[in-house]
């Protein structure tokens, strides 16, 4: 048995998002968002299912505040609705949407948990998206007043700020593949989103430190990719280098650019721009979750959610485990990918998200003993000790996610949580994986054989 402590001040955490645990969409004057919209089209998510009421957190939040308290979590990633603070998505903020927010702050802060929101977890309001939504440059100028109107709410007890989450899926997800809300299938809308959502990330943090924010940052799903090395470059660049590199070196990569001719001239790129997008950031957020594994076939079409791809096929290695996403498990990828990052642009990072699906429900004590789930948490946080030894600046992991809930597209059919939801009843049962955390944390380490 080894012992692996982590660094004094390491934070560990767990993650939510608003459209996945809150419900209470109709309450309180909060507007539609795009997954309103997209949940009501047949055949769009599992069974037809919806987040209008999915963990009911936004009655229950001192219950799952005492949840997290009882696990010993030192902060708390959830994120906020953009609609609840302007249900149109521009103009003055609803109050009662600002109101709920400052209470859930000041709850965290009293029970000793450090809040730390994201901006844009993928509800835009709906409003926008019909006037084009992430496509068009309005939309990053509407988010950077957001910004400004929710920093200047909270700011007083928020030190760290995440602008967006995962733009990966809220551009290739949303409009080239359309697996996600809003649903279209415009290769290249999904790479004027790319630039409008990083636009949008700059103009937020300018509205957050003119706010007085400490630390601003932007969560991103790098896919790890493995396999052929030119099918993993230009995978690589439209994936990942098209995030990192102008938010860190202030430019789009040439090959990327020269890849995606045939979906767009990016002419949507104005001057000023890459100054915007690259202002410095405190930390990067890294969620990880399995890496991609990919070669060269002459002849194959492009991957739907990777433009400027032809010519590559993903596959997955039969030997490895799966989760119940189907997801490989290689914690390998998390250490690899966080030493990549390290090198390549040598910024601090934190894991932001980082976790398994498992059905596991309660036995007929009622207990939910979820042991694949702790096995897939204690090699990732192995993985990031690993990291750390290795000489990469990490500064936190938040496990995804605090309880069940709404699995996007997947409905209520894959479970992430640490905590099990009864949805029937909302019933909270926190699993053995939470036992496993929290004993992790109150050690500030773990054991691996
Ligand atoms: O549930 C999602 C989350 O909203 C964003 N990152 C990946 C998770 C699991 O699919």
Not at 110 to 118: E, F, N, Q, V, Y
Not at 168 to 187: D, F, I, Q, V
Not at 400 to 415: H, P, Q, T, V
Request: hydrophobic share 40%.
């Amino acid at each position: 048995m080894q012992q692996f402590h982590f660094p004094e001040g390491f934070l560990w955490g767990t993650a939510t998002a608003s459209y996945q645990i809150e419900g209470a969409a109709a309450e309180d004057g909060r507007g539609q968002s795009i997954w309103d919209r997209f949940s009501d089209i047949p055949g769009k998510t599992w069974r037809g299912q919806s987040g209008r009421v999915a963990c009911d957190h936004y009655h229950r939040v001192d219950e799952d505040i005492d949840l997290m308290r009882s696990m010993g979590v030192d902060t708390y990633r959830f994120s906020i609705a953009w609609p609840r603070i302007q249900p149109d998505g521009s103009g003055p903020a609803n109050p009662a949407g600002l109101d709920f927010y400052d209470r859930l702050v000041d709850k965290l802060v009293a029970a000793g948990i450090k809040p730390m929101p994201t901006l844009y977890h993928w509800d835009l309001p709906l409003t926008l998206e019909n006037l084009g939504g992430w496509p068009v440059r309005d939309t990053a100028e509407r988010f950077g007043e957001y910004a400004a109107i929710v920093a200047s709410r909270l700011v007083d007890r928020v030190e760290t700020w995440w602008t967006l989450n995962e733009p990966w899926c809220s551009a290739y997800l949303g409009y080239a593949n359309g697996h996600h809300a809003p649903g279209r299938t415009e290769p290249g809308a999904a790479l004027a989103a790319v630039h409008h959502l990083l636009l949008g990330h700059g103009l937020a943090t300018q509205a957050l430190r003119a706010a007085g924010a400490e630390q601003v940052s932007i969560v991103l799903n790098p896919s790890h990719c493995r396999g052929d090395e030119d099918a993993v470059q230009v995978v690589d660049g439209v994936a990942n280098r098209i995030f990192f590199d102008p938010l860190l070196k202030g430019a789009y990569p040439e090959d990327v650019v020269a890849n995606t001719r045939s979906h767009t001239d990016w002419g949507f790129v104005q001057d000023g721009d890459l100054e915007t997008i690259s202002q410095p950031i405190d930390l990067l957020g890294v969620n990880y979750y399995t890496p991609t594994w990919l070669r060269s076939k002459a002849g194959a079409p492009e991957i739907d959610v990777f433009p400027g791809s032809a010519g590559i096929e993903g596959w997955t290695p039969e030997e490895l485990p799966v989760t119940d996403m189907g997801w490989p498990i290689d914690a390998s990828g998390l250490f690899d990918l966080l030493v990549r990052i390290h090198k390549d642009y040598g910024v601090p990072v934190m894991v932001t998200e980082n976790g398994a699906a498992y059905p596991t429900g309660p036995n007929e004590a009622g207990e939910v003993v979820d042991t694949e789930r702790i096995e897939y948490l204690r090699s990732h946080i192995g993985a990031v000790h690993d990291a750390i030894g290795a000489g990469v600046d990490v500064r936190g992991y938040t496990a995804w996610s605090l309880m069940d809930n709404f699995e996007w597209a997947f409905g209520y059919d894959k479970r992430f949580g640490l905590v099990y939801v009864d949805y029937a009843t909302q019933r909270r049962i926190p699993k053995a994986s939470a036992k496993f955390y929290s004993d992790v944390i109150a050690a500030n380490g773990l054991e691996l054989d």
